[in-house]
């Protein structure tokens, strides 16, 4: 039937040969070596998970063993990620100055060192100088990991590979809880320390394997290395096409002259190693560059202010508290890093498809529902404590998994998708770092602090003042933060920049891109 009436009209039965105006681009298989960069720059972030997830168990052994208070526990559970905000803020610099690739190496070296001096740590203050020195390594690595990820990733895939830095936060998480669960069993002074220097293993393994591969295609160029840049802009692109855009933003962002096409050049000193960039970030920003800080900043803010280290951190603490059995304490915990580790592949898949936005939304809404069920099963069981009410119990757990699952798929890998890609380059490396500064503070902050909280308030209490932040930050993002999925970085520097205005632009970006996209009788007319 389609044979005899491309006849009748005049055609041959043969198929007609697509005419690219009128059928859209096909989808780019996924680019393999960018992914391999990703992988090897993301495993970084196991450093951190490992730390916070060995450390929920390890801290009841320390206790016991150094005979410390709950304020030193407190501290010395949470000071890690207020020294990591020395490692955030000296990263920007160091990889400016020294490259992204060597950087990692760095940060790979310092939390080896860490890990050794926490596993020999023969007391209190010797422990605490292992947590400083680790606490700089996790502060480099949780900066550069998504910076790195995000100038190699071709735009297909930026938020794919770009929620890797938060997948192996996880796998770093459930490989603590495992090692808390496999070490429980050893001598109380020999079990806590194995705990913590275990971590030189994998530190030692990345500041190798970082090595393979390729330096950031965005330092290649700050350095003048066009011909290097280029050669890893083409492995890394999806189309040579893409590989020259790409290279041509970045030389604008650079200073560097389009029409300049030689291997090596001199680029503008004020563009080598970050100068005026903190003016234009923090003294004189643009309207659109004061409203990214606000988004990246928040983003980082709420993350963690939603109560996700409480959480993680003390797991025990809040399942002995709902009615666990001591001895299936470590095991409970173990399940919370494997539902976390699960659910943040929601987010790797599908945050190109659906979008950071509506994922945000959707997961901050669900921790807001599961933070006011914890809260209350917590209280209801503190009421009742001799009665053992099963169903509270069970809500809890429930509840625990339920919110843990929803951060991950969601606001916990998205929070370093949206502010690694929103900078522009130039800034990139001291905006992403002022987020991890303000993510860390936080979650120092929150950790710290939680256990005299809800002594103050009562344990249920503290997950409903969680709940209560969490609801401003489903605010803050409906209000300030537009979707960013596929947009490039011109479009990006217009959508911001209008604060709670943008949806207009918005608007017009997706009307425009229609325009494009589907509107190809414009693009098979011949005018000439």
Request: aromatic residues 10%.
């Given at each position: ?15 007609p ?9 096909p989808?780019?298989?996924?680019n393999?070596?960018?992914?391999a960069?990703?992988i090897?720059a993301s495993?970084?972030?196991i450093?951190?998970?490992y730390d916070?997830?060995v450390?929920s168990?390890?801290?009841i052994?320390?206790k016991e063993?150094?005979k410390?208070s ?20 000296a990263a ?34 010797f422990?605490?100088?292992g947590?400083f020195?680790a606490g ?12 790195y990820?995000a100038?190699?990733s071709?735009a ?7 929620s890797?830095?938060e ?7 459930l ?23 275990i971590?030189a293993?994998?530190?030692a ?16 160029v700050?350095q003048?290395?066009?011909g ?5 802009l083409d492995?890394?692109s999806?189309?040579e ?7 041509a ?10 029409d300049?096409h ?6 503008p ?28 900043v ?5 993350q ?8 993680v ?5 809040i ?10 304490l470590?095991?409970?915990t ?10 943040i592949?929601?987010a790797t ?8 936005r ?9 921790m ?20 053992k009410?099963?169903?509270?119990v ?5 509840s625990?998994?339920a919110f843990?699952?929803m951060?991950?798929m969601?606001l ?15 800034l ?8 991890v500064?303000?993510n ?20 249920g209490g503290a997950?409903l ?5 969490a609801?401003?930050?489903w ?6 933060l537009?979707?960013t999925?596929?947009?490039t970085l ?6 911001f ?9 918005m608007r017009e970006?997706e009307k425009n ?5 589907n509107?190809q009788?414009?693009l ?5």
């Open positions: 039937m389609a044979d005899r009436k491309y006849e009748e009209n005049g055609f041959s039965g043969e198929t040969t697509p005419i690219p105006a009128f059928d859209p681009p989808k780019p298989k996924r393999k070596f960018a992914l960069c990703a090897l495993m970084t972030s450093l951190l998970g916070i997830g450390m168990g390890a801290g052994f320390i063993d150094l410390i709950d304020v030193q526990l407190e501290i010395v559970m949470g000071i890690l990620n207020i020294y990591s905000l020395l490692g955030s803020c920007g610099c160091t990889s400016d100055w020294i490259g992204r690739r060597y950087t990692i190496v760095l940060a790979s070296v310092i939390f080896f060192a860490g890990s050794l001096l926490m596993g020999f740590a023969v007391n209190y203050a422990l605490m100088v947590r020195v700089i390594a996790v502060g480099y690595a949780l900066m550069i990991a998504p910076v990820t100038e190699v071709p297909s895939s930026r938020g794919f590979l770009t890797f830095p997948v192996f936060i996880n796998i770093g998480i490989l603590g809880y495992v090692s808390n669960v496999a070490l429980s069993k050893l001598p109380t002074h020999l079990g806590w320390r194995l705990m913590l220097g971590g293993i994998p530190a393994f990345l500041a190798i394997a970082v090595l393979a591969m390729p330096e950031s295609p965005r330092w290649l700050l003048g290395r066009l290097d840049a280029k050669r890893v492995k890394t999806d189309s096409q893409e590989s020259q855009v790409r290279l933003d970045i030389k604008d962002a650079a200073g560097i002259p389009p300049c030689n291997d090596v050049v001199q680029v000193k004020r563009s080598s190693h970050g100068e005026g960039v903190w003016k234009d970030l923090l003294l004189r920003p643009t309207p659109a560059v004061r409203h990214i800080l606000i988004a990246g928040g983003i980082h803010f709420f963690q202010t939603s109560g996700i280290d409480a959480v951190l003390y797991s025990p603490k399942f002995e508290k709902a009615g666990i059995n001591k001895s299936h470590l095991l409970a173990v399940a919370v890093g494997f539902i976390k580790t699960v659910s592949l929601v898949f599908f945050v190109d498809r659906f979008g950071r509506k994922l945000l939304l959707i997961s901050i809404g669900g807001i529902v599961s933070l006011a069920s914890l809260g209350t099963s917590l209280m209801v069981i503190d009421r009742f404590k001799e009665d009410l099963a169903w509270a069970a809500l809890a757990v429930v625990v998994l843990v699952a951060f991950s969601g916990g890998p998205i929070a370093w998708i949206y502010s690694s890609e929103i900078f522009p380059l130039r990139r490396a001291q905006g992403t770092g002022i987020g500064g303000v860390r503070v936080m979650s120092g902050v929150i950790s710290m602090t939680f256990i005299s909280l809800y002594k103050a308030v009562t344990i997950f003042i969680f709940m209560a932040v609801v401003v930050g605010l803050f993002i409906y209000l300030l537009p979707e999925r596929g947009k011109e479009e990006m520097q217009s959508l920049g209008g604060f709670f205005r943008w949806r207009p632009t970006l891109a229609d325009v494009n996209g509107g009788v414009q098979g007319v011949n005018h000439g």
